[in-house]
């Protein structure tokens, strides 16, 4: 569950503007010095595989973002809760466009559904949460939002390995310089791969030699539906279900820490939406409340647990299973 976020304080406000104005006003020193670092790092790249011409293609231009590190430290004005947080990610466009498109590429989804063991309607579900079905996948330039970020210092180690990454996949010939774009922490294409995550999971689809997460949904969907396999799915199972607990219901039992087989929560009060009890399954489940107590709860089950490997966030799992539910009806 996610935590609270402070809300800064307006001399807080004030000192983060005076420095993001006058870094504004620093561009050609850093810059200068970005120089100096992007030397040092094509030295390593080189010693590391990397070839020169490719080096120096996905370098042209490439200049320190203020904007990249300001979006790396900004936080958040306030808290949103799960119900806004589902208010928006489950809006009625997105539900109906998944829809749509799950009818239209239905024999490509069903095929990489049948080879790796995941339903069709998650695919399409991360693929609509992550990215709005490919309609945003951020815009930024990826080497220079890694570059940008390696440089800034604070977690110089993790974004110089994703940038070696993102060289060694524009040398393969996966994607094109210009096409290489994702969000502003070096996330890719219409499933938002750092680019060690693509060398792990990412699959070439549509067989043309190419792993390309931007523009082939064959790769898209194969890559996504691999992660999911990779990571433990278990096919004949759901993700969870929406349920209503019993007036009383201990707080300790909440928790994915907490296992439970289903009949057991049958017995302990559980009950659907409708006053149903729970299906009669061999399965154990976990229950989940991502607005803590009085909020919606959840009981939840192992491929749960495998969103979360994608997205270490109760919000994001459940309205990818929620939305998976709302496609496949």
Same mark, same amino acid.
């Given at each position: 569950?996610?935590?609270?976020?402070?809300?800064?304080?307006?001399?807080?406000?004030?000192?983060?503007?005076?420095?993001?104005?006058?870094?504004?006003?620093?561009?050609?020193?850093?810059?200068?010095?970005?120089?100096?670092?992007?030397?040092?790092? *094509?030295?390593?790249?080189?010693?590391?595989?990397?070839?020169?011409?490719?080096?120096?293609?996905?370098?042209?231009?490439?200049?320190?973002?203020? %904007?990249? #590190?300001?979006?790396?430290?900004? =936080?958040?004005?306030?808290?949103?809760?799960?119900? %806004?947080?589902?208010?928006?990610?489950?809006?009625?466009?997105?539900?109906?466009?998944?829809?749509?498109?799950?009818?239209?590429?239905?024999?490509?989804?069903?095929?990489?559904?049948?080879?790796?063991?995941? !339903?069709?309607?998650?695919? $399409?579900?991360?693929?609509? #949460?992550?990215?709005?079905?490919?309609?945003?996948?951020?815009?930024?330039?990826?080497?220079?939002?890694?570059?940008?970020?390696?440089?800034?210092?604070? %977690?110089?180690?993790?974004?110089?390995?994703?940038?070696?990454?993102?060289?060694?996949?524009?040398?393969?010939?996966?994607?094109? *310089?210009? =096409?290489?774009?994702?969000?502003?922490?070096?996330?890719?294409?219409?499933? =938002?791969?750092?680019?060690?995550?693509?060398?792990?999971?990412? $699959?070439?689809?549509?067989?043309?030699? %190419?792993?390309? #997460?931007?523009?082939?949904?064959?790769?898209?969907?194969?890559?996504?539906?691999?992660?999911?396999?990779?990571?433990?799915? *278990?096919?004949?199972?759901?993700?969870?279900?929406?349920?209503?607990? !019993?007036?009383?219901?201990?707080?300790?039992?909440?928790?994915?820490?907490?296992?439970?087989?289903?009949?057991?929560?049958?017995?302990?009060?559980?009950?659907?939406?409708?006053?149903?009890?729970?299906?009669?399954?061999?399965?154990?489940?976990?229950?989940?409340?991502?607005?803590?107590?009085?909020?919606?709860?959840?009981?939840?089950?192992?491929?749960?647990?495998?969103?979360?490997?994608?997205?270490?966030?109760?919000?994001?799992?459940?309205?990818?299973?929620?939305?998976?539910? =709302?496609?496949?009806?």
């Amino acid at each position: 569950m996610r935590g609270k976020v402070v809300r800064p304080s307006l001399y807080l406000c004030f000192f983060f503007a005076v420095v993001f104005f006058t870094a504004g006003f620093s561009l050609s020193g850093m810059a200068q010095d970005f120089d100096s670092w992007v030397k040092d790092f *094509k030295k390593e790249a080189l010693a590391k595989g990397i070839k020169q011409d490719v080096l120096d293609l996905a370098f042209e231009g490439v200049e320190p973002k203020s %904007r990249i #590190i300001e979006l790396d430290r900004k =936080q958040p004005e306030g808290t949103l809760t799960f119900a %806004r947080y589902a208010e928006k990610a489950l809006n009625k466009t997105r539900i109906a466009q998944g829809r749509r498109l799950y009818a239209e590429h239905r024999g490509e989804l069903e095929k990489v559904a049948k080879a790796y063991g995941v !339903p069709a309607p998650y695919i $399409v579900a991360l693929w609509g #949460i992550e990215t709005s079905y490919g309609n945003n996948t951020g815009g930024f330039d990826v080497v220079t939002a890694l570059a940008t970020l390696a440089y800034d210092g604070r %977690r110089s180690e993790f974004f110089r390995g994703e940038l070696l990454e993102a060289l060694r996949i524009l040398q393969e010939g996966h994607i094109t *310089k210009k =096409q290489m774009e994702g969000s502003w922490a070096g996330a890719m294409g219409q499933n =938002q791969f750092m680019p060690s995550s693509f060398f792990k999971f990412a $699959v070439d689809g549509d067989q043309d030699g %190419r792993r390309d #997460i931007w523009t082939s949904l064959p790769d898209v969907f194969s890559s996504t539906a691999n992660y999911l396999h990779t990571s433990g799915w *278990k096919k004949d199972e759901r993700w969870g279900r929406e349920v209503v607990l !019993p007036d009383g219901f201990d707080q300790k039992l909440v928790g994915l820490e907490v296992q439970y087989p289903l009949r057991a929560w049958n017995d302990m009060g559980l009950r659907l939406p409708g006053g149903g009890f729970l299906p009669v399954a061999g399965m154990s489940g976990s229950v989940v409340l991502p607005d803590g107590p009085g909020g919606r709860a959840f009981l939840v089950y192992d491929n749960y647990r495998v969103i979360m490997k994608w997205n270490r966030s109760f919000y994001f799992a459940t309205v990818v299973g929620l939305l998976a539910d =709302q496609i496949a009806q």
